[in-house]
């Protein structure tokens, strides 16, 4: 090749190399961002919307509403005073010091007062931080479609942010104080987080939820909060759902049961059982559980068979030298007498949901997926089959096999 032309093709490659290393075009300093870290909804009051300024839309020119305004609260990210280390935790020392800055807004969607509430700040607003959203349980019974849509479209938002609902007001939960953490947002981040890996709550954060209220064969649940002495926070239960609204709620120990039908593998929820023939409690521990789940279709109706298996401990008895357990038919007689309570509670645990109507276990997709022309001639739809849920049999399994008795046997 000519070294004339050589060297004009050399120039035009790196020419077009230039053009193709743009650089960060659309950078943006973390200092110019206000980073959300949580957000809560609640139901708006009478006070409050009058109060609302005309900043999207003007005052009464359009109907309020069929399920009233909401009132969205954000916990902003204050540059610098995020705590870096153990060190650094524990309650704010001062309110200028305070490691967060909490706004509000009115709006008729989530993206009208996110809106209304970006006009109170400099900085754009970023959710790319965003770990919980807590809902209220007076907007969850309403429907969650709007707020669904939102954060679905919202590329910012990470499918791994927990959503819960709070027993009261939402905002109460992201105001709250604890004595542990200076950022409530982390602290109730912590709290889900360390509920998976303690065995109490089942790891199903937000993509979960959407799938499994999108699926035909299944509803969703979301971990149920509530504030107590205005600075803890308690898990106490789950809300299920029927499609995007709240049906309805659990209480605590709930929680194991569902995890147990679904063949969580984790354990950590402990129960008091009394020894047969005896009126002495004993506290037993599951620590791993095993579910198998096989379905058939009898008489044009679905059947399902459920068969748990549990290994635990027995972590404490009430009385010293009443129960022997260093006796294999001890033990043998306890396996049992924990197997038929734990039958009867899962019987009635699924009696209960299929009564609502709401199929948190997502039996249905597993007749979708075992039994595809039975769903296309007989179900078609997640309304349909709710209705054949309500009536489905269920045989449920038990297996309760005990490894650790204690440090000592009487």
């Not at 090749?1 to 650089?23: D, K």
């Not at 610098?80 to 650094?88: A, K, N, T, Y």
């Not at 063949?263 to 004993?282: A, I, M, Q, R």
């Amino acid at each position: 090749m000519h070294p004339l032309v050589r060297r004009w093709v050399l120039l035009c490659i790196g020419i077009v190399m230039l053009l193709t290393l743009t650089s960060c075009w659309d950078r943006r300093e973390i200092e110019e961002r206000a980073v959300v870290l949580a957000i809560s909804i609640d139901k708006a009051t009478d006070e409050e919307v009058r109060a609302k300024e005309e900043i999207s839309h003007l005052i009464n020119e359009f109907p309020p509403p069929e399920t009233g305004f909401i009132k969205l609260t954000a916990q902003i990210a204050v540059p610098g005073r995020i705590p870096l280390g153990p060190s650094e935790g524990g309650g704010a020392s001062s309110p200028s010091m305070e490691p967060v800055w909490i706004l509000s807004a009115i709006g008729y969607t989530v993206d009208d007062a996110l809106v209304t509430l970006q006009q109170e700040l400099a900085d754009r607003l970023f959710y790319g931080h965003l770990r919980i959203i807590v809902i209220s349980e007076e907007i969850a019974k309403d429907g969650l479609d709007n707020i669904n849509d939102y954060f679905r479209r919202n590329p910012q938002i990470r499918r791994l942010t927990w959503l819960v609902v709070s027993e009261g007001m939402a905002a109460d939960l992201i105001n709250a104080s604890p004595e542990l953490e200076r950022v409530p947002a982390l602290y109730l981040l912590a709290t889900m987080d360390h509920a998976v890996e303690l065995g109490k709550f089942p790891n199903e954060f937000l993509g979960k939820f959407w799938t499994k209220i999108s699926n035909l064969g299944s509803d969703g649940f979301l971990p149920y909060i509530k504030v107590k002495d205005e600075e803890n926070i308690q898990l106490a239960g789950l809300a299920y759902f029927q499609g995007d609204k709240m049906i309805g709620k659990t209480n605590p120990i709930e929680i194991g049961v569902l995890m147990a039908i679904v063949g969580v593998p984790s354990g950590g929820y402990s129960v008091l059982t009394p020894y047969p023939d005896e009126s002495h409690p004993v506290l037993f521990r599951t620590t791993h559980r095993q579910t198998n789940i096989t379905t058939e279709i009898k008489n044009g109706r679905p059947e399902f068979t459920i068969d748990v298996a549990l290994e635990g401990s027995i972590d404490e008895k009430l009385k010293e030298g009443i129960i022997q357990f260093d006796r294999q038919s001890t033990v043998q007689a306890f396996q049992e007498e924990v197997e038929q309570r734990a039958k009867k509670t899962y019987e009635k645990f699924i009696a209960k949901m299929q009564q609502e109507e709401s199929d948190i276990f997502g039996f249905g997709e597993y007749i979708r997926a075992k039994h595809p022309s039975y769903w296309r001639q007989s179900v078609h739809s997640s309304d349909h089959w709710r209705s054949i849920f309500k009536d489905a049999k269920m045989n449920i399994q038990v297996t309760v096999k005990v490894r650790l008795v204690g440090m000592k046997a009487n």
